[in-house]
């Protein structure tokens, strides 16, 4: 049984750099693709990204650490959504 599991994922965005980071980083623009979802972050590495919200009538909370942050040039963090149904260890890394 596989008991670790790391993804990673490029891809090239046809977009002036400011407005592809402030998608990524402005929760009014996160909330308009991610479901709704409230995104809760400081940007400082370590510090906690949380993106709460309702979907389907199901309440969620997904969470994930700030693991590198550099203004527009590179955002790191881990990511577990709630309804994975995995203990509360973040453990996939995007960025």
Same mark, same amino acid.
């Given at each position: =049984?596989?008991?670790?599991? %790391?993804?990673?994922?490029?891809?090239?965005?046809?977009?002036?750099?400011?407005?592809?980071?402030?998608?990524? %980083?402005?929760? @009014?623009?996160?909330? /308009? &693709?991610?479901? +709704?979802? #409230?995104?809760?972050?400081?940007? *400082?590495?370590?510090? #906690?990204?949380?993106?709460?919200?309702?979907? #389907? +009538?199901?309440? &969620? @909370?997904?969470?994930? *650490?700030?693991?590198?942050? @550099?203004? =527009?040039?590179?955002?790191?963090?881990? &990511?577990?959504?709630?309804?994975? +149904?995995?203990? #509360? /260890?973040? /453990?996939? %890394?995007?960025?």
């Amino acid at each position: =049984m596989q008991t670790t599991y %790391t993804s990673a994922y490029t891809t090239v965005i046809k977009a002036p750099v400011p407005s592809v980071w402030n998608a990524l %980083t402005d929760p @009014e623009k996160v909330k /308009k &693709y991610f479901f +709704g979802s #409230d995104q809760q972050c400081d940007w *400082k590495v370590g510090s #906690d990204i949380i993106w709460k919200g309702s979907y #389907d +009538g199901k309440t &969620y @909370e997904d969470k994930g *650490k700030i693991l590198a942050y @550099e203004p =527009m040039k590179r955002i790191i963090y881990s &990511y577990l959504s709630n309804w994975s +149904g995995l203990p #509360d /260890k973040p /453990k996939i %890394t995007f960025g």
